[in-house]
Structures are given as C-alpha cells and as structure tokens.
C-alpha cells in the first residue's frame, strides 16, 4: 500500500494534465467529433510527457534544481522572463478555469448556480494549500480524482461497437475540413504536455526531498501516473464516441460530458462521476495555482515551497494566495471556464519549446547531472520530440485562427 | 505573446460578427440549426433515461439547454437580414429554436417542481423537432 | 598550480544561491567585480536592482524603477554577497556564514504573512541581520556590463562582442583560504546569436547532436580571448593582438578537457 501511495505525485500531475476541466470537455467534445480517429495524439503526447517528465524528476532527484530554475540558468534572464510571462499567465487563466470548473461540477451534484460555489472553492484550495502537507495533498487528490475512472467501466458497459470504434482509429468518420482535425490534435497535444506538469512533477520532487536513490520511485511515478492520465482521457472520448457520436450529438458542457456515466450506471455512476471531476478539477486548481507560485519563485530565486513554514516562504505564499484571489474575481466575471482553457491550451501549445529545450539540455550536462545524463534512447527520443513541439509550436495559432478555434 | 494574445481576442470578437451576404446568412443559419438540433438529442437522451438520473443534474442540464437556445434568437435578431430570401430564412431557424427553447423549458419547469409527467412523449416530440431542425439544416449549403 | 576555470554566464549566472541549511536565498543576477590590472569577482549580487539591467527594456526599467521607489535609500544598490563566504558552485551555489535576507520576503512576512492564521507563528523567530548596504554598485563594476560589449583588434578591425567571461580561481586571496576568481578571458562571437549554451566548449554538455550541430553552427567562428591580450578594457574592448591571433573557440575545449584532467 505504501508502495501505492508513493505514485500520487504522478497521478495528481497526470489528472491536472489530461483531465482538467478543459480536457475532460475537449476529450468528449473530441470523442463526439471525431470518434476515437484522435486517440493516436493521446498516445504521441502521453510518451512526449513522460519522457520529459523523467528528464525534469531526474534532474530534480539528482541536482534538487526543479524545472524554471533550469529555464532561467539555460535560457538567461530575458528569455526565461518571456518564459515566465507566458507560462505565469497562462497558469492563472487555467487556474481560474479550474476554480469554475469545481464549482461546475458542486452545480451538478447540487443544482445551485456555480457563481455561488466559486468563492467557497477558492478559499478552500487556498486552505489546503496553506495548511495541507504536500504528501496529504497529493494523496487525497490524486486517489480521489481516479473516481473518473468510471468512464472506463462505463465504455465497457454501455455495450459499444468494437468494429465501429477500430475503424475510427485510422479512419475520421467526422467531414469536417482537415484543419479542424489538426487544431484539435494540437489542441490535445498541448493538454498533454502542459507545462505546469512539469513544473509541478519537479517541484513536487523537491517537496518530497527525493535524492539519487529515489529515481526508481520517480520512474515510477512517470510511468503509471501519465499513461493512466491518457488512458483515462482516451475513455472519456471512448464514451463519447459510443454515446453521442451516432446521434449526432456535439458536447460543449460539463453537464453534458458525463451523461454516458449515468446511462451507463444511473444515479450511482453519476454520482460517482460528478465526484470524479470534482477531484478532478479541484487536484488541477492545486497543480495550476502551485505552479504559479513555483515558477515565479524559482526564477526570481525565492524560497519556496511547502517543505517550510509558509513565515519562511512568505513571498511564494503570498503569490499563492494573490493568484486564488485574482482566479475567483476572473471566473466571477462569469466568463465560460471550459472556453478559457481551451484557449489558453493553444497558446500553451506555442510556448512548449521554452520549457522543454532547458530541461533537454540540463539532462544532459554532466555538471548537473554526474553520470545521470541522458541514455542515447532519451537523447533521440526527445530531439524527435523538440522538433516535433516546434512544429507544434508554429502550426498552433494559424490553426487556431483558420479554424476559428475549432468551430 | 502579447501580440498573440491580442489577436486571438480580436478572432473571439469575429467571431460574433454579422453575416454579410445571402450565402454567409443560409451557412450559418444551417449551422445553428445543427447546434440546436444537437442539444435536442442530447434533452432526449436525457429524457428517455431520466429516471435513472437526478434532479440537480436534470435541472443544470436542462437549464444549460435552455440558455444555449435562447442566446440564439438574440444572436440573429442582433444581425440584419441583407435580403427578404434571407429574412425569410431568419423566421424559419428562429421559429424552430424557440419551439425547442420552449419545450425544453416546459420540461425544466416539471423537473423543477416534481419529475416530468410524461418521459415518452416529451422524448418523441423532442425526436420530431430534431428531425426538423436536421432537415433544416441540410437544406442549406454547409 | 592553475585554479579551476569557470565561464561566468554556463556556471555561475542565474544559479540558485542556497545556504549552508538548505534555505534558498536568490540568485546570482549579477557579479561585482574589483576592476584594476587583474580584475576579479568580489561578490555576487541579486534582487531587482541586479537583475532589471540585465534583462534591459521595458520590463527591465520597470522592475529596478519600482525597486526604487519603495526602496529608503537615496541611491538604493543591489544586495551583495561577498565571495568569501561562497562555498561550492556546482548546481547551485551554496554559501555560508548569516546572509541577510531580502527585503521584499521579509517586508511580505510582516504584513501579509505573519497576520494571517496558521502561518507558523508571528514570534520574532529566527531574525536575521537586516540586508547590508552599500552605495550603488556602478554599471562598470558589474560583471554583466562586459557582455555584449564590441571587442575590435590591434588594427581596430572588428573581431564580435563578448557573450561570456572566463573566470580562474588563481585571484588574490579572499578571507583565509579561498582564492578570488579572476577574468581570464573573453569569449567573443562574430554576432548576435543569442545565448550561449556550452554547447560549443566542452567537455560536457555535447549532446543531443542535433541540437550541438545546430548550435555551433549558430556560434561558428568564434573566438577566446584571453586577458592578456585585452589592451583596452573600455568600449568597444581593444585587443593587443591582431585577429588572426585569437584562439578558435573549439581549440578551448580541448585545452578544456586537458586542464581539467591535469
């Protein structure tokens, strides 16, 4: 069981990753569109993060130096600050989008308007984060969020078409021009390998004080936490493509993504669904919210952390709290949650390479890394991958704008 | 980045714009229709289980719908018309979605004080206006 | 016996500086350096008021314009560490002795921190000295004013600009054992290609290939440069030597590779 436990790091990072509010729409959004013709992304994506992932928890076990610490060394202090700026906005679009989307989920289960639960969410991550320690935290969020796993059971159970959904692995069933369909690989790509993930994955390392020793419970915690995250959002678009696909039904709503849960189990399958995303999406308001603290304190040098008594991280704990408190004003201005993420998701998309490029770097250095550097199977891997988030990076906002985001 | 963000906030406002032409006016008036009549499928789904499913997630579901519809009849009263064939086009999709806005709303009202009366017909009524707005929606250029 | 050489912006800029208990304390925005016939690092320096000119433009000026405006003094300058207390440099760079800390923690402690529920206690707890401080450091004691400079050679022909300084720990001594790390050369590049990386000095650090080859194509014809060969160390930085003379930087790395094996 300890052995179990140990893992919560990576499911927690992973949840925040693959099925975040924006995610959990856009997967059966996806799955409603396209059938399961995009799933191949989910996989591409799922092997890019972990790659990186272990690149940044090895660097982080060995050295102790969490990720924005080797973007502000490798890319100096000009182009870490755009870095920082991006990622730093971003992180409190998505933030606030997670807030809404914690309190989309208490309207379900309760069916009083979401407006009215935002500031009681806020206050409430901003307790865990203050008070809760980071091992509790990532324990009871990350357990809590694989309720989701539900939309796995239900696929099964909701009696799909094997034939009909292997057909669509190769083939897209949906006739929308071929633009569309690549915003959305983007799109899914980019959800995958946030970079708040590896913010926080390494900065979690650190948190738990992991040395040398601990890179088997790193590697551990990559490998069962990511593909678990992607198996999870491939479900969900699984769902969507059994349930809504043959009846032409596209999803734009929380409420109506976890339709196919109670079909499937009635009031119990959505019980345990609405509480899915609700663990879901309050774990993602942690990841996002840390990880602005995080990134702003390890560029500017700041003591941060959990590991210490917030008086001693005074400045990142201030960030924290101004974060929350700028989110829930944002998501106040009743702008739509799941629509900001999957902006903010493109954009992410285009700043990918200013975080990855460091950590391929740093993985590499001997002075960091002793005799921990990269493998050759790493190195080529992930020069594959650079290119391919350059590419990724370029095609992102034409894509977004020749596609009117999708529409 | 800022400059990126800037353009994307222009694209969300373009994305509201007005419809100029006949043909702009037909395409989007079919691609209303097809959202409305996807709404209408999933009210259905919801309706034909609904005994499975529960009140609070019935009403948010149903009062999502609702709003969906209704924002769709300010949209195309909010542009003009640039011809009478489009005119004409603009009563037909306003005519069909505020039908659907209205039966929906008479499901939400039963769900709010009790359940809905009648699950089965409320499901085949929603069946034949989906099949209008689909038709709708093919008979006009995508 | 030849000290260890470091370059000034791969080893020892933007590292996390750390004390001897582990707390993160900033980091190394800028160095101080004592100019004369053999000019060395005197201390590290960091906090916005380092850090602002380094990044330059507009979020440059922002960032030391409000530093000062809060700040008391009439000529408020960066916090200052002095490399004696430095012990390793690796990773990050740890020191020892009582640093003073930052204002800025300290000021948010109080007033924002500390009053709130649940923060650790408001006790006076472990009070450290109050951050040391000293008239503004001038733009030409820092480290960072070298780089990007224009370097041309005896004939006053154009050799590039400087993108990163080499340091020997050979300097004058600095308290009781450590020695001070001198400038001993320049690394100068034909143009503005950005950042270095390592990538085109060795030993370490030369992988993955493509990004290698890509990179020292970037840097291809660049040049070491090193201090005795400096004439004029003002603006544009003269050399005694003409271009011709200069080491290729590749020829470093392996001279690299021979000094830290010897």
């Known amino acids: 069981m300890k052995r179990f436990f140990a893992v919560t790091l990576g499911i927690l990072t992973a949840i925040g990753g693959f099925v975040d509010i924006g995610d959990l729409v856009a997967n059966a959004l996806v799955g409603s569109r396209f059938g399961l013709s995009l799933a191949w992304v989910v996989v591409v994506g799922v092997v890019g993060i972990c790659l990186f992932a272990e690149m940044a928890g090895r660097v982080a076990a060995v050295s102790g130096r969490p990720v924005f610490d080797l973007v502000r060394e490798r890319l100096g202090p000009r182009a870490g600050l755009l870095n920082l700026a991006a990622s730093f906005g971003i992180n409190l679009l998505t933030l606030a989008a997670e807030i809404g989307g914690a309190a989309l989920a208490l309207e379900l289960a309760t069916g009083i308007d979401y407006l009215l639960w935002v500031p009681a969410v806020g206050l409430v991550a901003w307790l865990v984060m203050w008070r809760v320690r980071f091992e509790t935290m990532e324990r009871v969020f990350g357990l809590a969020g694989l309720a989701l796993i539900v939309f796995l059971v239900a696929f099964f159970a909701l009696g799909p078409d094997y034939g009909e959904l292997g057909h669509q692995l190769t083939h897209n069933p949906s006739d929308d021009g071929a633009a569309t369909y690549w915003f959305y690989a983007v799109a899914l790509l980019g959800a995958a390998m946030t970079p708040y993930e590896v913010f926080f994955f390494s900065s979690g390392g650190v948190e738990e004080r992991w040395t040398r020793r601990d890179l088997g419970v790193m590697r551990a915690n990559v490998f069962v936490g990511f593909p678990l995250g992607g198996l999870l959002s491939i479900a969900i678009a699984a769902c969507a493509a059994t349930v809504f696909l043959p009846r032409m039904i596209e999803v734009e709503t929380l409420g109506q993504m976890v339709l196919p849960a109670g079909l499937a189990f009635g009031q119990i399958g959505l019980a345990l669904v609405i509480f899915g995303v609700f663990a879901a999406t309050f774990g993602a308001t942690l990841e996002t919210a840390l990880s602005s603290g995080y990134s702003i304190s390890q560029y500017f040098g700041w003591q941060w952390g959990k590991y210490v008594r917030p008086r001693e991280a005074a400045r990142f704990h201030a960030t924290l709290l101004v974060s929350t408190i700028v989110a829930v004003a944002l998501i106040l201005t009743t702008i739509d949650p799941i629509k900001v993420t999957e902006y903010s998701l493109v954009f992410s998309a285009a700043a990918l390479p200013l975080t990855y490029l460091p950590v391929l770097m740093i993985a590499n250095d001997p002075d960091y890394m002793g005799d921990r550097v990269n493998g050759r199977f790493s190195n080529s891997l992930g020069t594959v991958y650079m290119i391919l988030l350059l590419v990724v990076a370029v095609a992102a906002v034409p894509l977004m704008l020749a596609t009117k985001a999708g529409q | ?142 | 016996m030849t000290g260890r050489v470091l370059h000034a912006h791969l080893h020892l800029l933007d590292r996390q500086v750390v004390a001897a208990d582990g707390r993160l304390l900033c980091k190394v925005d800028d160095l101080e350096i004592e100019p004369g016939e053999v000019p060395y690092v005197t201390a590290i320096l960091s906090g916005p008021l380092a850090l602002g000119p380094r990044v330059g433009g507009v979020a440059g000026r922002l960032m030391t314009g409000i530093t000062r405006l809060f700040r008391p003094e009439e000529d408020p300058a960066p916090r200052r560490i002095p490399m004696n207390l430095v012990g390793e440099i690796g990773s990050a760079v740890t020191v020892g002795g009582d640093v003073p800390e930052a204002a800025l923690e300290r000021w948010v402690r109080e007033h924002l921190i500390d009053p709130l529920p649940g923060s650790g206690g408001a006790g006076p707890g472990r009070r450290g000295p109050g951050p040391v401080r000293r008239p503004e450091v001038p733009a030409r004691d820092r480290l960072s004013s070298l780089v990007g400079r224009r370097v041309v050679d005896r004939d006053g022909g154009p050799v590039g600009q400087v993108a990163d300084v080499q340091l020997t720990q050979d300097g004058p001594l600095l308290g009781e054992t450590a020695q001070a790390l001198r400038l001993s050369g320049l690394v100068v590049v034909p143009r503005h290609t950005g950042q270095l990386f390592g990538y085109e000095r060795g030993p370490g650090g030369s992988s993955p290939a493509l990004v290698r080859v890509v990179i020292r194509r970037l840097h291809r014809g660049s040049r070491f440069v090193s201090w005795d060969q400096v004439g004029d160390p003002g603006d544009p930085i003269g050399l005694t030597v003409p271009r011709a003379d200069l080491l290729p930087l590749a020829e470093l790395l392996t001279r690299g590779d021979a000094s830290a094996s010897g």
Not at chain 2, 15 to 30: E, L, Q, R, V
Not at chain 2, 58 to 87: C, H, I, K, R, W
Not at chain 2, 89 to 109: C, D, G, K, M, Y
């Open chain 2, 1 to 142: 980045m800022r400059r990126l963000l800037l353009i994307g906030l222009l694209l969300l406002a373009g994305c509201a714009s007005p419809a100029w032409n006949d043909a702009d006016y037909g395409k989007k008036a079919g691609a209303t229709a097809e959202a409305a009549a996807s709404s209408v499928a999933l009210v259905r789904l919801a309706v034909e289980h609904e005994a499975r499913l529960t009140r609070p997630y019935l009403q948010t579901l149903l009062t999502e719908t609702v709003t969906a519809l209704g924002s769709v009849d300010s949209q195309f009263g909010a542009v003009q018309p640039p011809s009478p064939e489009a005119a004409r086009v603009r009563a037909e999709i306003t005519e069909l979605t505020s039908e659907a806005a209205e039966q929906v709303q008479v499901l939400l009202n039963e769900v709010r004080l009790r359940e809905i009366a009648d699950p089965e017909k409320a499901a085949a009524d929603l069946a034949a206006l989906g099949d209008r707005l689909r038709a709708f929606a093919e008979s006009r250029p995508s």
